[in-house]
């Protein structure tokens, strides 16, 4: 299987890419995840990031290959909503963190998982476009974050959800 990631530059209207994205401080024994852990040779290796200086909206990107394909051309929609899960994982880490006044380079950082993914699939997403993923916190509440997210493909949304995700829970911690 071919393992990409995403590219962390260009290509994104007037957003800026801001600062270093939240997965490259998750520990060894957390990166696993098939989205996003850099440790996991077959997954995404997806990279989440402030968008701006308002810690409010982040960036996700990712370039889809042929083995993502759904018909010839156009991307599986298991992929979409992969990409747009731990886009917003990754959002909740970043202002679930920043709400807290936590360092994420500490080892207080929080982490979290999902609990609700919704998705809408409002285009066909074409195949080898880079895919840009904006989320907008909506809230941070307890241990609860909730995050809107736009898929876009060039200049076309194709789709779009809301990840509810839920500080990372004991028992699914590795140590
Ligand atoms: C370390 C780095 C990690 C990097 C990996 C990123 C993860 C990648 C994405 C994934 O694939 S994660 C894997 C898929 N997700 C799971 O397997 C999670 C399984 N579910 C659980 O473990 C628990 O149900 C969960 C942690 C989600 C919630 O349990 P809690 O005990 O923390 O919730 P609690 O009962 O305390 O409720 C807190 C609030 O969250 C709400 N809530 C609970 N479960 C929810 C849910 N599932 N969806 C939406 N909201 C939920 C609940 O209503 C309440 O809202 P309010 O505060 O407003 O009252």
Redesign the pocket.
């Known amino acids: 299987m071919v393992t990409r990631r995403a590219e962390a530059a260009g290509g994104a209207g007037a957003t800026v890419d801001e600062g270093p994205a939240v997965q490259d401080h998750?520990?060894a024994d957390?990166?696993h995840?098939?989205?996003?852990?850099a440790r996991n040779p077959f997954g995404h290796h997806l990279k989440t990031r402030w968008a701006d200086g308002s810690r409010t909206e982040t960036i996700t990107r990712f370039t889809p290959g042929p083995e993502q394909t759904a018909m010839p051309g156009y991307v599986y929609g298991g992929l979409v909503a992969s990409v747009l899960?731990?886009s917003g994982?990754?959002s909740a880490?970043l202002a679930g963190t920043h709400a807290a006044g936590l360092d994420l380079e500490g080892d207080g950082s929080l982490?979290?998982?999902?609990?609700?993914l919704e998705v809408r699939y409002q285009r066909p997403t074409p195949m080898s476009v880079e895919l840009v993923v904006r989320g907008r916190v909506e809230e941070v509440?307890?241990?609860?974050v909730t995050v809107a997210l736009t898929m876009t493909a060039g200049e076309d949304e194709v789709a779009s959800g809301r990840v509810?995700a839920?500080?990372?829970?004991d028992?699914?911690r590795s140590s």
């Open positions: 998750y520990p957390a990166a995840c098939y989205g996003c852990g899960d731990c994982t990754g880490a982490r979290y998982v999902t609990g609700t509440k307890g241990r609860k509810v839920l500080q990372l829970p028992e699914m």
